[in-house]
């Protein structure tokens, strides 16, 4: 596909690292994450997050509560990848969104991804099926027996409280 020519739209600012824009391209969603090559961002921080989000995402494409990477220009630290829709909250959870919330735990698990920023609006729902996004921050690497989290219910705002196994 060729992702220059379609119509981005910038989609979030809010983003520290990055700047995220959204287009359809063959009728398909798409989002196109920027990391910042701004000074003050250069250094180890950006440069490793997006090696790291690259790797984790290529890792977790086959999965469909991650978003599918399409296409990585390491040089402008360009990713592009599946949307996966709105934010979740109270009015959009699906009726088994903590059994959702748990298979992704699992799937992190088995694949010793440690995620490592978790909050309400890296977690996002089309279709009825959550995702986790944003891998910027995650890490591989073995994780040690009682670093495990099972979600045990949540609160008005879709937050979730969870259990450390
Ligand atoms: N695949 C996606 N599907 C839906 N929305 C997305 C996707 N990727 C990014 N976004 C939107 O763009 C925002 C910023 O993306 P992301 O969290 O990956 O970047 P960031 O620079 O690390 O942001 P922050 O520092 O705020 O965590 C997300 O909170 C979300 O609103
Ligand atoms: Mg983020």
Known sequence: MEYDKLKWKLYSTIGSTSMVYYAIGHGKELIKKEYRSDPLYLGSGPKE???????????????SCFPTILHADKNKRIIFMTYSGPSVYKGNQPRNYIEQLNEILTILERENILYKDFKLQHLRIKSGIVSLIDFGASTEEKQKIGSYYRVIDTNDLGLYTHLRL
């Not at 997050?49 to 999965?63: G, P, Q, R, T």
């Open 49 to 63: 997050a997006f090696d790291n989000e690259v790797a984790i995402l290529k890792k977790l494409s086959k999965y």
